[in-house]
């Protein structure tokens, strides 16, 4: 079977090297391309040294009988026709190369490519270092965390070049990493002051996507993250705010694939930049409540917002292609729609019915249907690169009171048992920062007791009467 194999692929690659001896050496490139899909690794040996290996069907045909490894930056996806390669070595089945680590390739890939027809055709995917970890100097503990806490308390929201500074100072453990738009330098060339004018399909900007699509945007990128996690208490970092949503993070209308690309070049840097100082350190993806609503193109929302599910199925896939990492998920699961808390009586809520129907339907995710985003987490191409569901937290969740304290209080408590009742969920962290008439997140009375007893002898009570005001035995008669 082993000859059969290789001599499909020697055919291919014959066929590909027939189309460029044809003098079609663009049609020859892509066909050797697919020719040689391999997997490739590029991992540090040591905190001097990056091993480079990759698995060939067979001894790839060239024009030199070697093999190359380029580098390339994060936004480079073809070896350009003049690069230098970093290293080479005769061809052969199963490469091995060593070459010195720097600073600068902690944020850079690899790629292999032979010499065909007088050009570079790459033969697998450009590989990152996916083991900055080796590197870490200022790895601290994990703390001991309780499962429910407060932004502002323990988290805070980390605006790049304005407030690093104050989170390095603040005891956070958990940071969420925006970029306001004030310093156009790590701000996305796509992003920048004056573009939105020429946007096809314009939103209003709230943050703005990080730059890591030109060499100084990567450099100050990396440089305020690193200094950050070598020196702050910070161990959660979370990259953008629910970025699924343009609002949020926004880049001037491409298409959902460059958008998501864009992003997973940051993610990257970010990534490699905190691994490399901290090791216990987690990176998570930050995503809103869209989950798989699906708009068709030419609908207004879809040019707002993707599907999380969608995203993180684009943002696995390219981060898998190129080294994969241990990425975790930031959800956001607020009552739907956040200004109604009373999720087990729809009646008194304007589109009640509509609402319901997109939390049932799976639609729209929140704490009632928890299950969506951990179930999809478990299937295989999810999971991490040792083979574990992803970590994830629950990183702003808001409660209105607008139908009541007692109401808030109850919700609060079933949003509390969603998450202490999913095994995948490490963390629920709530906000009080919203004060608008139907969107008063801020907790009093009944809500403080309850948020009080959370964690303590006095939970039991507090559940139970819970139970009671909703009218239920059993929470998984609301909850899922």
Known sequence: MQGTRFGRWFLMAAVAMGVLLSGSRVQAAKALNEAYATSARSMLADQATISYTASLPGVPASDDGM??????????????????????IPATASPVFTVPYTQARLYTK???AVKAGGQNVMIASPQYITNPERLATHTRARQNRALASLQGVQFSNLFLSNNVNGVIA?????????????????????SRTGILAADPHPVTPRY?????????GITALAAELTRCAASSTVENYIVGNEVNVRTWNYMIWTDWDQYVREYAQAFRVAYNAIKSQNANARVFVCLDQ????????????????????????????????????????AQHPYPVPLTYAKFWDMSGCPDGAYMKAQVSSGKMLTFQNLSLLTDFLQTPAMRSPAGNVRHVILSEIGITNAQGVDVQAAALMASYTAARNNPFVEEIIYTQAFSEPML??????????????????????????????????DWSQVLK
């Not at 603040?170 to 796509?190: D, K, S, V």
């Not at 009080?452 to 239920?472: Q, R, V, Y």
């Open 290 to 329: 869209n989950w798989d609503r699906n708009r068709p193109a030419g609908h207004g929302e879809y040019y707002e917002y993707m599907d999380g599910k969608d995203f993180l199925e684009k943002f696995n896939a390219l981060i898998s292609k190129e080294g994969n990492i241990d990425w975790g998920v």
């Open 110 to 112: 690899l790629a292999l």
């Open 170 to 190: 603040g005891g956070f453990t958990t940071a969420q990493i925006m970029n306001q738009g004030n310093n156009q330098g790590i701000t996305n060339p796509y």
């Open 208 to 216: 703005y996507m990080l730059n890591a699509s030109e060499p100084a």
């Open 67 to 88: 093999l190359y490894l380029y580098e390339l930056q994060p936004y480079e996806y073809t070896i350009a026709a003049g690069a230098v390669p970093v290293a080479a």
């Open 440 to 473: 008063d997140t801020r907790f009093t009375g009944q809500s403080q007791q309850v948020y009080a007893s959370l964690g303590t002898p006095n939970e039991a009570a507090m559940d139970a009467w819970a139970k009671a005001f909703i009218g239920i035995t």
